[in-house]
């Protein structure tokens, strides 16, 4: 019963993942600020420099926007090269946990456990998996090194570990926290391993950074660290209490069990020991971050999958009793992760609606300011200015010099209508009130209310366009003459 669930565990996700994969717009706000930074990288602009209201980068390393840029150079500036980027991240993911957990239990049944567990974290993870974001290929990289780290094949195996653990940390710096968890055990247990795999993640990682920082004039530096190191002082008790206990308890249960068992080794026990530690940190940390939200917990629900089924696997050979009771464990995490996946598939409306409204955009004649999904003015063949998330980043976490210069510029801008449209997701943030005051016409972009929503994470879609005189007129004569 446990590997029939599994079973439609991945089912729900490959089903999900490939019913959307070719939507043309945005699943998750974020996903259109990714693409406008790939459309940077492939027009050869580089991607720290610093903040205007033109343009400021998001805060992660840059290796999932050059591989975007490489592939769109061939394939066209398409979210879905960049959503096949993280489907085929998530699928090695599976097989590197498949092949991790069949090394240390010899069995493919727990191992296809681990598959069907992590499967199962989709939803409450984000449904994040397969969406135009980093934590895919991150996650990936992450376990990649993890398990030449178990292989112990010899110097250039662990030189390779580094490698890819540096990797991983230019995709995502959070990875950065594996790193002296992993010295630290090698320098405990198996000291000579530790200045190989030490000097892979320095080539990579550290010299990468280096070269970028320096040519960035020290803003790499700053987007990567400076701004990052601002989090919210509180001991997120919602971690432990809501994302750990009341979401994984039986997959938590079950790598509890791992630790007990008399199966696994000393020497394994200690690395998996290490490994959750170094993953819990990176989530718990991670959503620490303002705007921290549960795609952070993905590296720690992982190591979880991976030392649960290893559980499963030892208790089955340990005693009918205990094989039973993981068995339970796990239908029961399983069964309680059903869900449904039409809410987060968009349906052809919403294709519709957004090819509509990169009409409307494409027809006024001056430039459209879309700050919570710049990419549309892209699409509408049209100048891209910075992304809500990235400004608020800076107007929360920057030096107030910086974000001073900006508030006024964007300001400045505003009152001397430099751009003929300001389009935004609602009318009661303060930002609206801004725009209102200095555009005198406002219009509503969809009458559906139904229509062109995002299906991850937050929840929103451009709802009002505040324009000059000259903009509504087109507007409305393009309105008059539509069919």
């Given amino acids: 019963m446990c590997s029939v669930l599994s079973l439609l565990s991945l089912g729900l996700f490959l089903f999900t993942a490939v019913a959307r994969l070719g939507y043309p717009y945005e699943l998750e706000w974020l996903e259109g600020g990714v693409l406008v930074e790939v459309a940077r990288a492939t027009a050869g602009e580089p991607l720290y420099v610093e903040p205007s209201v033109d343009y400021i980068p998001f805060i992660y390393t840059p290796l999932y926007i050059w591989i975007g840029a490489a592939l769109c150079k061939l394939f066209g500036l398409k979210f879905v090269v960049l959503r096949v980027i993280s489907l085929a991240s998530t699928l090695l993911c599976f097989a590197l946990l498949f092949i991790l957990v069949l090394r240390e239990t010899r069995s493919a049944v727990a191992s296809f456990l681990a598959v069907g567990l992590f499967c199962a974290t989709y939803e409450i993870s984000g449904v994040w998996f397969d969406i135009a974001r980093v934590d895919s290929l991150f996650v990936a990289l992450l376990l990649a090194s993890l398990l030449l780290l178990k292989v112990s094949g010899g110097s250039r195996v662990d030189l390779a570990a580094g490698a890819l653990l540096g990797l991983s940390f230019l995709t995502k710096q959070a990875a950065l926290a594996m790193f002296p968890a992993f010295a630290a055990y090698l320098m405990f247990f198996h000291r000579s391993r530790a200045v190989p795999f030490s000097l892979g993640f320095a080539i990579t990682a550290l ?52 630790f007990f068992l008399r199966g696994p080794s000393a020497e394994s026990k200690r690395f998996f020991a290490f490994a959750l530690f170094a993953a819990g940190f990176i989530s718990w940390f991670s959503k620490l ?35 039973l009771i993981s068995a339970v464990m796990v239908l029961l995490q399983l069964a309680a992760s059903i869900y449904d996946p039409r809410p987060y598939i968009p349906t052809a409306a919403d294709a519709r ?74 009318e009661r943030s303060k930002f609206a009130r801004v725009a209102r005051a200095f555009y005198g016409n406002r219009l509503r972009i969809f009458s559906d209310d139904d229509v062109f929503w995002t299906r991850v994470g937050m929840r929103t879609r451009p709802q009002f366009i505040y324009c000059t005189d000259e903009a509504f007129e087109e507007i409305r004569r393009a309105a008059s003459a539509r069919p």
């Fill in 289 to 323: 971050h303002v705007g921290g939200y549960a795609n952070d917990l993905i590296p720690l629900y992982l190591m979880l999958c991976a030392v649960a089924a290893m559980g499963v696997g030892h208790a089955a050979r340990s005693s009918a009793i205990l094989k």
């Fill in 353 to 426: 609606a957004g090819d509509r409204l990169a009409g409307l955009i494409s027809g006024i004649s001056g430039e459209v300011f879309i700050p919570s999904h710049p990419y549309l003015s892209l699409f509408a063949g049209k100048k891209s200015y910075a992304h809500t998330v990235a400004l608020s980043d800076l107007l929360i976490l920057g030096d107030s010099e910086t974000t001073e210069r900006i508030v006024r510029d964007l300001l400045a801008d505003l009152a001397t209508h430099r751009f003929s449209a300001v389009v935004w997701d609602g």
């Fill in 207 to 258: 010299a990468v950074s280096a070269v970028m920082n320096l040519k960035s004039g020290g803003w790499y530096s700053y987007y990567v660290f400076e701004l990052p190191s601002g989090f919210e002082r509180s001991l997120n008790l919602d971690f432990f209490t809501v994302d750990l206990i009341g979401s994984v308890p039986f997959t938590m249960a079950c790598a509890a069990l791992y």
